[in-house]
């Protein structure tokens, strides 16, 4: 029973699992299982699996043909999961696979979930460096003050989304993340446009862990070291909660666009380890191999 945090793909689906129950063996892809409980279905994944190989087809008994494979809980427990296509010169004599947008989406949150996206934050050192510096100096910036004051709501996200966006893309194109696949077959496109999808959401939830974190440190450092009186005399407001919140919010999207420069002093392989899970590195690394020969 072999395990793979890859997608894998076969005839256009995204495959689940193989069974060859002459061989006794069976290659189970998780990402098609989701990112929410994931051990469970594994778990799950796995025990039927093994309940396939070890039944009748296993012991050399006869089965049902091919094109009706044996519908078991499996399907039942995991929906939107099928039976797939099997070619005749494969050694497999079982598939199954998702299909669909809800299948995509499923495969896509699996590819997410098993990149981490939560490590990119501490991956990222100087990156983070920089963004914290240049929290720490807007922070206490007068100029900075009075722009976070004169400031809607409206606008505060627009900041928030533009420098949100900036450091996704520097990131993906600064460290060369986004797939390009050298075949120009409808199924390389698709795999091509799963794996961008996957870099885009691991590289974004990322960012936002980061964004988060730096309105908490902001807000933190701006209630240790900001002066009602001084603050109030330059903007013309008292230093209040509403003030306090702004202005770390702001300062927050200033943070992110000098953290987005910061991480052009990160190697391309730093990016890739913090960005991407180790198989995926390893896959990512082969087809870049094969491209260069």
Not at 114 to 122: C, D, G, M, Q
């Amino acid at each position: 029973m072999a395990l793979t945090d890859l997608p894998l793909h076969s005839h256009g689906r995204k495959l689940v699992v193989d069974l060859s129950h002459e061989h006794g063996l069976a290659l189970l892809s998780l990402p098609p299982l989701g990112g929410l409980r994931l051990q469970t279905r594994a778990r799950r994944a796995v025990e039927e699996a093994v309940l396939s190989l070890a039944g009748p087809r296993a012991t050399g008994a006869e089965g049902p043909p091919r094109s009706q494979p044996l519908l078991g809980p499996f399907v039942s427990r995991l929906a939107p999961i099928h039976p797939g296509q099997v070619g005749e010169e494969e050694t497999a004599d079982l598939r199954y696979v998702v299909s669909g947008p809800r299948g995509y989406l499923r495969v896509l949150v699996g590819m997410v979930r098993a990149n981490r996206p939560w490590r990119l934050v501490p991956g990222l050192s100087k990156a983070l460096a920089a963004a914290l510096a240049t929290g720490a100096v807007a922070t206490v910036n007068s100029t900075i003050w009075n722009l976070a004051e004169s400031l809607s709501a409206p606008r505060l996200v627009i900041a928030t989304v533009g420098s949100v966006a900036l450091m996704i893309g520097w990131l993906i194109v600064d460290a060369q993340l986004w797939h390009r696949s050298a075949e120009v077959s409808r199924e390389a496109r698709q795999r091509a446009r799963l794996y961008n999808a996957s870099t885009v959401m691991t590289v974004g939830i990322g960012v936002l862990v980061c964004y988060v974190g730096l309105i908490v440190i902001n807000l933190v450092w701006a209630l240790f070291i900001l002066n009602g009186q001084v603050f109030a005399s330059t903007t013309r407001t008292p230093l209040h909660a509403a003030e306090y919140w702004t202005l770390s919010w702001f300062v927050a999207s200033v943070a992110t666009v000098g953290g987005a420069l910061g991480s052009g002093l990160e190697s391309d392989e730093a990016i890739r380890a913090a960005a991407y899970s180790k198989r995926e590195q390893e896959r990512r690394r082969i087809l870049q191999d094969d491209g260069g020969d």
